[in-house]
């Protein structure tokens, strides 16, 4: 059963710091990319960032968080990171992972971590 529990999520002012982590399961991590995705209130759930399987050198990040956001991923721990910098208030949302590259590869999603970004 496939299975990810997201955490790290929080309350920070503009120009705050997080990292987020997504525990992954019932799949082989290593085998597959993996993406962070964020639902705004209200919208839908859109693509934040995406690593590639077999190299953390390959990315991808939304035009609006890239410079900002960093993907990376431990694949001895089948765990996916966020680090979060330079938090704006749209970043808030709901944030999800799932495997595959630039798109879900599972229809099972995780409880998702929230972040709130608010002064």
């Known amino acids: 059963q496939v299975q990810f529990v997201e955490s790290g999520g929080g309350l920070k002012q503009p120009g705050g710091s997080l990292r987020l982590s997504c525990e992954a399961s019932?799949?082989?991590?290593?085998?597959?990319?993996m993406s962070w995705y964020r639902q705004a209130p209200g919208k839908e759930r859109d693509l934040v960032a995406s690593?590639?399987?077999?190299?953390?050198?390959?990315?991808y990040y939304a035009d609006s968080v890239k410079g900002r956001f960093s993907i990376f991923r431990d694949n001895g721990k089948n765990t996916l990171y966020l680090e979060m910098n330079s938090l704006k208030a749209e970043d808030t949302g709901l944030y999800s992972c799932?495997?595959?590259?630039?798109?879900?590869?599972?229809?099972?999603w995780g409880q998702g971590t929230q972040v709130t970004v608010s002064s």
């Open positions: 019932g799949f082989i991590f290593s085998n597959y990319a």
């Open positions: 690593i590639f399987a077999g190299s953390d050198t390959l990315t």
């Open positions: 799932n495997a595959g590259w630039m798109r879900p590869t599972f229809s099972d």
